[in-house]
């Protein structure tokens, strides 16, 4: 299994509050990304990065920032939580434009 | 703006018996595919893919097919387990952009 860890796994907080998911690597990949699933949308893109401070936004990106300051971190920070943002948060990995490895999910609930 | 469309949320087939899971895109600059397996509580992991250069890829019980002038490609699984069930999401991305877009997925049902 590619060494991917997501935390925390599970996070419970209230609206308007800050929340950051950690996600990091042990496999040096170059390409990090943050996924949201919520049912009957599957799997979403909110940001990717390319490399250290190199990122950029996906499909679902709007009260999302992220931060890559060494290859193996990849956090994401929603600025002020919503019960929209209510998710499970999954990150990725890859060495290209191939297949991507993910990790385990977190499953963040914002009430 | 979904480029990645799955439009059979689910599947039930017996065991033994092939599961085809189907998938179109919009976006021509996809020159990649990808299937995902994922069960409950875990990540999605990687099943098999296709570059755009082929129109068939097979892996064991695993072929997907890909029809690039219609945009679509399939997956089959034959003979369908029991441990296949699970939900199955397709994938795409672009040489030139890494950003790799997903479907909604389908739920596949395989009954002993």
């Known amino acids: 299994d590619a060494g991917i860890t997501q935390s925390p796994r599970h996070k419970v907080t209230e609206t308007g509050t800050p929340v950051t998911l950690r996600c990091h690597q042990t496999e040096n990949h170059r390409y990090m990304y943050w996924y949201r699933q919520d049912p009957g949308h599957g799997l979403r893109l909110i940001h990717y990065s390319y490399g250290v401070k190199d990122t950029d936004k996906g499909e679902v990106s709007d009260g999302y920032s992220v931060s890559r300051s060494k290859t193996e971190d990849f956090l994401l920070t929603l600025e002020s939580a919503t019960s929209s943002q209510t998710s499970v948060y999954f990150c990725?990995?890859?060495?290209?434009?191939?297949?991507?490895?993910f990790g385990q999910g977190t499953r963040l609930t914002v009430v | 703006d979904q480029q990645v469309k799955q439009n059979s949320p689910s599947l039930s087939v017996q065991e033994g018996r092939i599961s085809i899971l189907n998938c179109d895109y919009t976006n021509s600059m996809f020159d990649y595919f990808l299937w995902y397996k994922k069960y409950p509580a875990e990540g999605p992991t990687f099943l098999i893919s296709?570059?755009?250069?082929?129109d068939k890829n097979e892996d064991g019980r695993f072929t997907v097919f890909l029809n690039k002038s219609a945009k679509h490609l399939s997956l089959h699984i034959v003979p369908s387990q029991p441990g296949d069930s699970a939900v199955y999401f397709c994938a795409a991305s672009a040489r030139d952009n890494n950003d790799m877009r997903f479907g909604a997925g389908t739920r596949l049902t395989v009954k002993p």
């Open positions: 990725a990995i890859s060495g290209g434009w191939t297949e991507a490895f």
């Open positions: 296709i570059s755009s250069i082929k």
